[in-house]
């Protein structure tokens, strides 16, 4: 059985920084593309970040672009969000998701984590 696991959300003031992790189990790792998505309240979900099985190859979403960064750990079957400089906005819950190609297209994402909340205070 699949599972994604994100951890490492929290409450945090505006200008400051977390790192989300996204630990999967049940699938080879290494042969998926990452991706992350968030959906704030009474909002879509949206793409946030995505990386491919070698970690060579990232794309993010504008809104974050230059504030977060994709990592993955293929030994260890984890993907990392690092968010800096976080503002009100990026308040939302973070879903880690697993795919075959990158894509900011949810519907192409096979396997979802439950989320993780991140709340940034002004």
């Known amino acids: 059985q699949v599972q994604l696991v994100e951890s490492g959300g929290g409450l945090v003031q505006a200008g400051g920084s977390l790192r989300l992790s996204c630990a999967a189990s049940g699938l080879t790792f290494s042969s998926y593309v990452m991706g992350w998505f968030r959906r704030a309240p009474g909002k879509e979900r949206e793409f946030v970040a995505a990386?491919?099985?070698?970690?060579?190859?990232?794309a993010y979403a504008e809104s974050i672009s230059g504030r977060f960064t994709l990592s993955r750990d293929n030994a260890k079957s984890t993907v990392y969000l690092q968010m800096n400089s976080l503002k009100p906005d990026d308040t939302a819950v973070y879903y880690c998701?697993?795919?075959?190609?990158?894509?900011?297209?949810?519907?192409?994402?096979?396997?979802w984590g439950q989320g993780t909340q991140v709340t940034v205070s002004s």
């Open positions: 990386i491919n099985w070698s970690g060579g190859n990232t």
């Open positions: 998701a697993g795919g075959k190609v990158i894509t900011s297209h949810s519907p192409a994402y096979d396997y």
